[in-house]
């Protein structure tokens, strides 16, 4: 398919598989690990990839390719890689990219397991991180350093909601020579594309809006064909590739991405603008609203505001447990992107091996609320918010 003559939906839905001889409609599962060879010659071939063709599905597998390739069509990307999840995709980039001795220059407003990457894991390897504040993106220069070599950043961000300009980030990368990350799980390819701005490669935690049914677990990344190399030797020795399974699953949901994300984006500006004339509600962030504090650059960047919303509910920590215990209808789940409609307090969970110190840091208040919003009726969402936080 070319893809400059097709929408973003046709792409979603006629990106696929070569049909084998049965002609199917629908592409099927290949729940194989390994592939047969014609002969010595082919085998041989095939390992030194002077072929290109499936070996193990370890390396590569039809379901995951047609994941992939979907996933790059909706990004505009050379190449791309699928993980069994999220944080395997952030950790394999990071692993594949880096050598001991290299410092990131990261957005400090990052979900909770990336963090602990940054603060935890990556300096045993000699591996430095140093966050600026996504509210300030005037100091991200002043963090850069001769061994700088990666730019990160979510925007919108995890749990706060915060936006950043990708534009900035793509010339500050330009500048310096840094590889751009961008993290566009809340956003999904549909509402945000960074490589337009300057990214060089974006992930994915496709647990998500992506499969939109807390269903299964994946991550991708796609991005710059070199890196993507990189990016894929690595994980061809160190294993953490997608089942053929999951990645049938994701394929067959982005089919319907758009049509979902629409609805979530919908409902979601609805339940933004109820809690924010709610009395108990001291702050809401949604980035489609005009309070917003990065509305305009949301409006420039963003098709739409995505289904996630951050509010501060006075009272704090204890407040926020009481909003939880009092809810009815909604769930209360660590996961976002569902048709469920979910609330999370993260001080208390995704965050709460974070000091007090470093929540605040991260945009992260005792009394913050993290809602993802579903496709049930909104009346009914709002309803059962309404009666909890009175």
């Known amino acids: 398919m070319n893809e400059q003559e097709f929408g973003f939906e046709t792409l979603a839905i006629r990106t696929h598989l070569e049909k084998t001889q049965f002609q199917e409609h629908s592409t099927p599962l290949f729940l194989s690990s390994s592939f047969v060879f014609e002969d010595a010659e082919d085998m041989r071939a095939s390992f030194t990839e002077e072929k290109v063709r499936n070996i193990y599905s370890r390396f590569s597998n039809p379901n995951t390719t047609e994941f992939v390739d979907k996933v790059c069509a909706m990004e505009g990307a050379e190449a791309g890689y699928a993980f069994a999840t999220g944080m395997a995709a952030i950790y394999s980039t990071f692993a594949a990219l880096?050598?001991?001795?290299?410092?990131?220059?990261?957005?400090?407003?990052?979900?909770?397991?990336?963090?602990?990457?940054?603060?935890?894991?990556?300096?045993?390897?000699?591996?430095?991180?140093?966050?600026?504040?996504?509210?300030?993106?005037?100091?991200?220069?002043?963090?850069?350093?001769?061994?700088?070599?990666?730019?990160?950043?979510?925007?919108?961000?995890?749990?706060?909601?915060?936006?950043?300009?990708?534009?900035?980030?793509?010339?500050?990368?330009?500048?310096?020579?840094?590889?751009?990350?961008?993290?566009?799980?809340?956003?999904?390819?549909?509402?945000?594309?960074?490589?337009?701005?300057?990214?060089?490669?974006?992930?994915?935690?496709?647990?998500?809006?992506?499969?939109?049914?807390?269903?299964?677990?994946?991550?991708?990344v796609v991005g710059e064909g070199e890196l993507i190399r990189q990016i894929y030797l690595f994980s061809r020795n160190t294993g953490p590739a997608m089942s053929p399974f999951n990645a049938w699953v994701l394929s067959k949901s982005l089919e319907t991405l758009a049509v979902r994300v629409d609805k979530h984006c919908e409902n979601a500006l609805k339940v933004a603008e109820f809690l924010e004339s709610h009395p108990n509600v001291k702050t809401v962030k949604y980035p489609f609203l005009k309070s917003h504090p990065k509305y305009e650059i949301a409006k420039k960047q963003m098709l739409l505001g995505g289904n996630i919303i951050a509010i501060e509910i006075e009272g704090g920590l204890e407040a926020g447990r009481k909003f939880l215990d009092k809810i009815k209808l909604c769930s209360l789940s660590a996961n976002i992107g569902d048709v469920k409609t979910i609330v999370t307090h993260p001080a208390s969970t995704t965050h709460s091996k974070l000091s007090e110190e470093d929540q605040l840091a991260v945009g992260i208040t005792q009394g913050l609320v993290r809602v993802s919003v579903g496709l049930e009726t909104v009346a009914d969402v709002i309803a059962d918010l309404k009666q909890a936080l009175d």
């Open 98 to 220: 880096l050598e001991s001795g290299d410092h990131i220059v990261s957005a400090g407003s990052v979900f909770g397991s990336t963090h602990a990457l940054f603060m935890t894991y990556f300096p045993k390897w000699k591996i430095e991180t140093s966050y600026f504040d996504i509210n300030k993106p005037e100091t991200i220069e002043s963090f850069i350093k001769p061994n700088t070599k990666i730019l990160y950043a979510e925007t919108p961000t995890n749990p706060g909601v915060d936006v950043i300009d990708l534009e900035l980030l793509g010339a500050i990368a330009k500048k310096h020579n840094l590889i751009l990350i961008i993290d566009n799980c809340f956003a999904t390819p549909y509402i945000q594309q960074p490589i337009k701005y300057g990214a060089h490669l974006v992930i994915h935690s496709a647990t998500k809006l992506i499969d939109g049914q807390g269903r299964v677990l994946g991550g991708v």
